[in-house]
């Protein structure tokens, strides 16, 4: 873990580039993502980060941590208790698919804590890992990217209230983003966002939008995120106890997702009070154990062709062979490109093993055979008449 760096989109961040020379806000890769889409990358060596102050709506009553303060994770119980630690490795890879433009980000972080710049005195596993799809442009996915797990780790609740500063750097990211596009009207775009984050054995994830993010544990698999989709009965309630509706499938007649960050350009859905288009993230989380071998996030590109216990045998079987997960990434984008997928394709895969997935031994059911004191005289009148 000490050789790991953050890995934004396709492109390693650095000081010179985390924002563009026409003095917009921060933005990983570059405004407008020049360049090939389709690479690999895995957490090997360390790269210097963006320093550049975060884009703040003055309403924000934001806690700041002091740089200089050392933290010490408490999730997990009590520290005399033998808890397990998963081993993180991850890796990555996107592709345009059949879409014109390239509008999926991500970023993995196999050590959060280092490469975000915060001193830590426990050396338990801390990641951060998210996918965000961006739809109407890229800019709200690169600004989200960049923005959200540093506010995640810049909040002095963290890692203490972990669900709560997620909760509030969805919306953070969401109101900062609307003044950025106050402040430049070309940036208007919404994205999808999900994000994982793993403090010692503790896994939790926050979803905005229909990406998805499924836990592998020992073969089966479990979901870790819900699609907000309009047409879900949940979301339907939310979005017409607000003032909205759904039309064809669609949000207002304008989105095919319930949840998304940005989006302050379209009419009727966002306000200061509140709307029907929601950035404020569903949060699941679970306890990591021996069980769990690797987790899967990926944009809907990928889940458009895949079912999750599909998406998990499959990487699973890929594992086993290679025991990379770029590899496994891009197994999975190759194979989502085989069958079909209609949109932008971008997947992280997380292992917690060093080992490859074990294969699974399905114990056979005892068959208990009996016969019948009726059966045992007529087998024995059948072997009689052989005799004879």
């Not at 020049?34 to 924000?60: D, E, I, M, Q, W």
């Not at 280092?114 to 965000?132: C, E, I, M, Q, W």
């Not at 009207?185 to 999808?192: F, N, V, Y």
Request: proline letters at 5%.
């Amino acid at each position: 873990m000490e050789g790991s760096r953050v890995i934004s989109n396709n492109v390693d961040g650095s000081r010179e580039n985390c924002s563009s020379a026409d003095g917009r806000p921060p933005i990983p890769n570059s405004i407008g993502g020049r360049g090939a889409y389709r690479h690999s990358f895995n957490s090997n060596g360390t790269t210097p980060l963006c320093t550049k102050s975060l884009v703040r709506h003055p309403s924000l009553q934001v806690k700041i941590r002091s740089p200089d303060i050392s933290i010490e994770p408490r999730l997990g119980g009590d520290d005399g208790d033998a808890e397990y630690m998963p081993l993180l490795r991850s890796g990555a890879w996107a592709d345009i698919g059949s879409r014109s433009n390239m509008e999926d980000v991500y970023v993995c972080a196999d050590n959060l804590m280092h490469d975000y710049g915060l001193n830590t005195l426990n050396k338990r596993p801390s990641a951060f890992y998210g996918v965000f799809d961006g739809h109407g442009g890229k800019h709200a996915a690169d600004f989200a990217c960049y923005h959200l797990p540093r506010f995640i780790v810049e909040d002095e609740d963290f890692p203490q209230e972990i669900e709560r500063v997620m909760s509030s750097a969805f919306l953070q990211t969401d109101t900062a983003f609307a003044e950025a596009c106050s402040l430049d009207t070309d940036l208007a775009s919404g994205t999808t966002a999900l994000a994982a984050i793993v403090i010692g054995s503790s896994l939790v994830v926050a979803n905005a939008g229909d990406c998805r993010a499924v836990l592998c544990r020992r073969g089966k698999a479990i979901e870790m995120s819900r699609d907000h989709k309009p047409v879900c009965l949940r979301e339907r309630r939310r979005i017409e106890a607000s003032g909205g509706y759904v039309y064809d499938g669609y949000l207002n007649g304008q989105l095919n997702v319930a949840r998304a960050l940005g989006d302050w350009h379209m009419e009727g859905l966002k306000g200061q009070d509140g709307g029907p288009l929601t950035a404020e993230p569903e949060l699941m989380s679970t306890k990591l154990t021996e069980e769990d071998e690797f987790l899967i996030i990926g944009c809907d590109g990928i889940w458009d062709v895949f079912m999750s216990q599909n998406a998990v045998d499959f990487a699973r079987r890929r594992l086993q062979e290679h025991n990379d997960p770029v590899m496994c990434s891009r197994d999975l984008v190759d194979e989502a490109l085989k069958r079909k997928s209609g949109d932008n394709l971008s997947v992280v895969v997380v292992c917690f093993q060093q080992q490859p997935p074990p294969n699974l031994i399905v114990p056979r059911g005892r068959v208990q055979r009996s016969i019948s004191a009726e059966g045992l005289k007529e087998l024995q009148s059948f072997l009689d008449n052989l005799d004879n």
